[in-house]
């Protein structure tokens, strides 16, 4: 294979989209192909084709090509971006000072999903990620084989899987998310129910502490009455507090307001008061833990 190399600024555009190279001229040698001579030189199939103005893949030995490298790197006044391997959208986004959704827009992309050796645009100009292959319209001379068939595109079933892919990959990754924001609310309700008992404990023991004084076990009187809870009201909301006091009852030994409103110490008070006065009988159920 031989090549010719002549230096200049040359800058190819199909369709919407822009190349910039050094100029260079290649001789097709039998046994060449247009995939070969893009890879050897840097640039691309279709890069090669616009710049020769070529409506197909056929070569033939002898036929001279001008070629105009691809700038892979790709840049904004280019106006255009080579996918890599790796690249994703928001790295592309980032490095061209665009949003993720300008470059879909520009693009035609339905998905985040993108394929290497792909061109982006990321100038603001609108180009597909797949466009139609343009039909064979010369003849080849009879005394010469063609050199390279035409590839087919991508065909649409190949796109279908890999978007329907990419789709199955975000709902894994999103229902893993919400799996893992489901178990972090459970701990945080275990947690706070873990803190209220621990809560409800501490108010129990300060109960019994006030009455270290007292040789009745109030503690154990206020855990059978109420379970411990200093501001519970029964269900037919007679009772209250931690000994279940009445209304009537609780206003007999001094109380005020409503027992249940009223501090541990001071529901203590009252029942020891009541206890002095009657003793166990208030209780009929709970008097014996005292």
């Known amino acids: 294979m031989k090549k010719v190399l002549s230096i200049g600024a040359a800058v190819a555009v199909s369709g919407t989209l822009a190349y910039s190279a050094e100029a260079a001229t290649h001789t097709v040698d039998k046994g060449d192909t247009l995939s070969e001579i893009a890879h050897q030189s840097s640039t691309t199939v279709d890069a090669i084709k616009s710049t020769n103005n070529l409506t197909s893949n056929l070569i033939f030995p002898g036929q001279e090509l001008e070629i105009a490298k ?13 996918i ?33 050796g792909k061109t982006l645009s990321v100038s603001g100009e609108t180009i597909s990620q797949a466009p139609a292959q343009a039909p064979a319209v010369e003849e080849t001379p009879a005394q010469v084989q063609p050199v390279e068939e035409v590839q087919p595109n991508v065909s649409a079933e190949e796109r279908a899987a890999e978007q329907a892919a990419a789709e199955e990959r975000a709902a894994e990754q999103a229902a893993a998310e919400e799996r893992a ?42 855990q059978c009455e109420s379970g411990g809870a200093p501001g519970i009201v029964s269900a037919n909301g007679l009772y209250h507090g931690l000994y279940q006091f009445d209304v009537r009852t609780w206003q007999s030994v001094g109380g005020s307001g409503l027992p249940s409103n009223a501090s541990a110490a001071e529901q203590t008070k009252r029942a020891q008061i009541l206890y002095d006065q009657r003793g166990s009988q208030p209780w009929p159920v709970c008097g014996s833990r005292l």
């Open 84 to 116: 890599k391997s790796g690249d994703t959208l928001f790295e592309i986004a980032q490095k061209f000072d665009v949003s993720v959704s300008d470059l879909k827009t520009w693009n035609n992309l339905s998905s985040d999903l993108i394929i290497a």
């Open 70 to 82: 691809a700038n892979d790197s790709g840049d904004k006044e280019a106006g255009v971006y080579k």
């Open 181 to 222: 924001a489901e178990q972090a609310a459970a701990e945080e309700r275990a947690a706070a129910q873990a803190t209220a008992e621990e809560r409800q404990q501490a108010k129990t023991q300060n109960v019994s502490t006030s009455n270290n004084s007292s040789s009745q076990n109030w503690g154990a009187l206020a």
